[in-house]
C-alpha cells in the first residue's frame, strides 16, 4: 500500500484545511478493510495522534482536536480526509496518514500545515 497525503499548506489561525491521504493498493484487498488514522508531528515534539477511523466509519479524536477535526473517508475513491476548521498556531505540523490491516501498517510522506497566529 502506498499513501500519498496532500493538502497541506499556509492559512491563518481560525481558518480551515482540508487534507486528503489517496491510497494505492497492490494485490487484491480492497480500501475499506483498511483501518485509517492521521498523526502529526510539530517541530521538534514526537508524533502524535490526531485520529482514527475504523472500517465502518467510527472516529475518534485527541482531546487536542475534538470538535475542530473531523475524518472521513471514501472506500470508492481510497481516500480518508481530515477537515481541519478552527486552525490554531498549535496545529501546525507535517500531517501524516496511516493504515493498518491485521499486522501490517502503511504511512504516508506527510504534508506541512503551517497556521500562522
Known amino acids: 500500500v502506498q499513501l500519498q497525503a496532500s493538502g497541506g499548506g499556509l492559512v491563518q489561525a481560525g481558518g480551515s484545511l482540508r487534507l486528503s491521504c489517496v491510497a494505492s493498493i497492490r494485490g487484491f484487498s480492497a480500501f475499506s478493510v483498511y483501518q485509517m488514522a492521521w498523526y502529526r508531528q510539530a517541530p521538534g515534539k514526537q508524533r502524535e495522534l490526531v485520529g482514527t477511523i475504523t472500517t465502518g466509519g467510527t472516529t475518534n479524536y485527541a482531546d487536542s482536536v475534538k470538535g475542530r477535526f473531523t475524518i472521513s473517508r471514501d472506500n470508492a475513491e481510497k481516500t480518508v480526509y481530515l477537515q481541519m476548521n478552527s486552525l490554531k498556531a498549535e496545529d501546525t505540523a507535517v500531517y501524516y496518514c496511516?493504515?493498518?490491516?491485521?499486522?501490517?501498517?502503511?504511512w504516508g510522506q506527510g504534508t506541512l500545515v503551517t497556521v500562522s497566529s
Open positions: 496511516k493504515a493498518d490491516m491485521a499486522t501490517m501498517t502503511f
